[in-house]
């Protein structure tokens, strides 16, 4: 994937964009040197959408396949949604002090 600078976007305009895609299905824009956004023809994205769609699909057939899936009715369905929801949060586990942690605590407490 070849790169197209922001400062070549902002010089050369859409034209930049074009001479790139059209050798090529994507172009990445890099800011100061980092790659930030990637540019592709409209085509190219409904395909990569289309992919998408096409995996989240048979993931989907894969639970049902494994049986993990919930057959319920739609007030059933909201009745366990809004169980759920109604439950505390979990607290996340505190994390144990690293010994360098441990050290600082140790000689601001002397």
Do not use: W
């Not at 059209?22 to 800011?31: D, K, L, Y």
């Not at 809004?82 to 690293?98: F, G, M, N, Q």
């Amino acid at each position: 994937m070849t790169q197209l600078t922001a400062n070549d976007l902002k010089t050369r305009g859409v034209a930049a964009i074009e001479s790139l895609l059209a050798t090529q299905p994507e172009a990445m824009i890099s800011v100061r040197g980092k790659d930030r956004y990637v540019v592709m023809d409209v085509a190219h994205y409904h395909y990569l959408r289309e992919c998408e769609l096409d995996a989240a699909l048979a993931q989907s057939q894969a639970d049902m396949a494994a049986g993990r899936f919930v057959a319920e009715t739609a007030a059933a369905h909201v009745e366990r949604v809004s169980a759920l929801a109604a439950k505390p949060a979990e607290a996340p586990a505190k994390k144990r002090p690293t010994q360098k942690t441990a050290k600082k605590t140790s000689k601001r407490a002397a």
